[in-house]
Each structure stands twice: as structure tokens, then as C-alpha cells.
């Protein structure tokens, strides 16, 4: 399938590097636009890919085009782009802009889902919230291709800003969590190259366990030995409100979601 994206930030970059894996059979075309000609170089260089002229250079010679720009860039995008696209799909990866307002910006008939991955992507570790939307024959070949960088969760759009907060939100997430850990492991005597490489070698094998267990209960059973080192950690934990505080993050992130659906223009 040959994959144009329109952008060319970070998460159209680790797309195209998830897609772009040694080893990866029958890998896709991949063609990168932006009205930033220097950060559509960057990106295409990183992966081997092409730089389109234009959008009509783009369009044309895509099977599927992603739309990888701000929410706010969202409606002036497809407005360029909805006299090229014919019968090419089309899956916005824009945070907030619901399926309603791509489809009022396209042609009647148009092929459009909507997709929020995470920048795991790039590892083939990423998760895909898919909404198919009108993609209708077109919608098991885009779940496909985004499977191939990762797991793909099809949801009722409804759930797509509490599930983006959850997953999409997951990498910076867990990022903030570990360095704390590390920066905890300082103030008890540890070098901070020494805490910061335990605490990220720590979650990767956490996560990695996760991922064979499928349980975050079962594997909080087996490690929170009763009267040890980590259930004291984890009742400490609870004593000081985590849950909650990770409860108020997820409903934070929803919330900031609906503020960045930009006003739906008339065309």
C-alpha cells in the first residue's frame, strides 16, 4: 500500500518507522508533505522515504492518506485536499476532531476513519484506537497496516478521548512516572545515571510482564508479597492517593481533548 502522510511531526514520523522496521515483509510506500519542505526532508531521510512536491503530488500517487497535522490545522487540510482525494481513504490521526467534521469537510462519499496512535508506534510496540468510519471495503486494510506497528483497539468514537487518555497518553505518562521513581532512588543514595538506568530497565520488564500476563492484578498478586519490599511500596502508594491522582490525569487528558476540537466551519 503506498502511505502518503500529510505532516511530518513526531507521531507521522514514528509511523513511518514503525512501518519501516528491518526485517518488516511487503513494507509500505511512504511519502511525507508539509508546508515545512526542511521538516519533511528530516523525516522521509530518517526512513527512506519520499518527499512530495506538493499535496496534488501526494494525493496522486497514495492509496491512503494520513492526515498528521494540529486539530487546528485539521479543517484547512481538508479543504486543500478534498477536490484530490476520488476514491483514495482517507484517516485522520489528529487528537479531537471527531469523524462528524472530517466527513462535513470532504465530499459526499468519501472514504474517511479516524486512528490515535502513540508514539510506540516507531517500535511496533504502539497502540491504534480505529474508528472505521466510512472506510468501509478499505477499513481491514487500514487496520492491517496499523497492526503492523502494533495493536489495534477498533472503539465507538464516544470512548476514543477516555481511551486516547489511557493509551495515547500512555508513553509521556510512564515516562513521568519512571523519572520520579529515579529522582526518588537519588534521594536514598543512588547516582542519578544509576537510578535513572534501574528505574527504565525496571519498566521495561515490568511492561513486558504485563504484556505476557494480561493481568495488572495477577501480576501485583505474585510481586506484592505479603509483608515485602513491594507491597510496602504499594500500600504507600494508596495511602497517598495515587489512584486518584492517576483517576483526575486520565479525566484531565479527556477534557483537554474536547478543547482542541476546533470550531466546525460551513463549507
Given at each position: 500500500m503506498d502511505v502518503g502522510f500529510i505532516g511530518a511531526g513526531h507521531i507521522a514520523r514514528a509511523l513511518g518507522q514503525g512501518w519501516s522496521r528491518p526485517g518488516l515483509e511487503d513494507a509500505p510506500g511512504l511519502r511525507y508533505f508539509d508546508v515545512s519542505r526542511s521538516a519533511a526532508e528530516a523525516t522521509a531521510q530518517a526512513m527512506g522515504a519520499d518527499v512530495a512536491p506538493d499535496l496534488l503530488g501526494l494525493v496522486e500517487r497514495s492509496e491512503l492518506v494520513i492526515v498528521a497535522v494540529r486539530p487546528q490545522q485539521v479543517q484547512d487540510v481538508l479543504t486543500e485536499t478534498a477536490p484530490l482525494l476520488g476514491p483514495r481513504a482517507l484517516v485522520s490521526v489528529a487528537a479531537g476532531v471527531p469523524l462528524a467534521d472530517l466527513r462535513a469537510a470532504l465530499p459526499d462519499g468519501a472514504r474517511v476513519g479516524r486512528v490515535m496512535p502513540n508514539v510506540a508506534a516507531a517500535l511496533?510496540?504502539?497502540?491504534?484506537?480505529?474508528?472505521?468510519?466510512?472506510?468501509?471495503?478499505?477499513?481491514?486494510?487500514?487496520?492491517?497496516?496499523?497492526?503492523r506497528a502494533g495493536e489495534v483497539v477498533a472503539l465507538d468514537e464516544g470512548d476514543f478521548d477516555a481511551a486516547t487518555a489511557v493509551a495515547g497518553c500512555m508513553p509521556g505518562v510512564l515516562a513521568a512516572l519512571v523519572h520520579d521513581l529515579a529522582r526518588a532512588g537519588?534521594?536514598?543514595?543512588?547516582?542519578?545515571?544509576?537510578?535513572?538506568?534501574?528505574?527504565?530497565?525496571?519498566?521495561?520488564?515490568?511492561?513486558?510482564?504485563?504484556?505476557?500476563?494480561?493481568?495488572?492484578?495477577?501480576?501485583?498478586?505474585?510481586?506484592?508479597?505479603?509483608?515485602?519490599?513491594?507491597?510496602?511500596?504499594?500500600?504507600?502508594?494508596?495511602?497517598?492517593?495515587?489512584?486518584?491522582?492517576?483517576?483526575?490525569?486520565?479525566?484531565?487528558?479527556?477534557?483537554?481533548?474536547?478543547?482542541?476540537?476546533?470550531?466546525r466551519r460551513t463549507r
Open positions: 511496533g510496540l504502539g497502540v491504534f484506537l480505529f474508528v472505521p468510519g466510512t472506510l468501509g471495503s478499505r477499513a481491514a486494510a487500514v487496520e492491517e497496516l496499523f497492526a537519588e534521594r536514598r543514595g543512588l547516582e542519578p545515571d544509576a537510578a535513572r538506568r534501574l528505574a527504565v530497565a525496571g519498566a521495561h520488564g515490568a511492561a513486558a510482564v504485563l504484556a505476557r500476563e494480561s493481568d495488572p492484578e495477577a501480576v501485583i498478586a505474585a510481586a506484592a508479597t505479603p509483608g515485602g519490599m513491594t507491597a510496602a511500596a504499594i500500600a504507600a502508594l494508596e495511602e497517598r492517593g495515587v489512584a486518584e491522582a492517576l483517576a483526575v490525569a486520565v479525566a484531565a487528558a479527556a477534557e483537554r481533548a474536547k478543547e482542541l476540537t476546533p470550531p
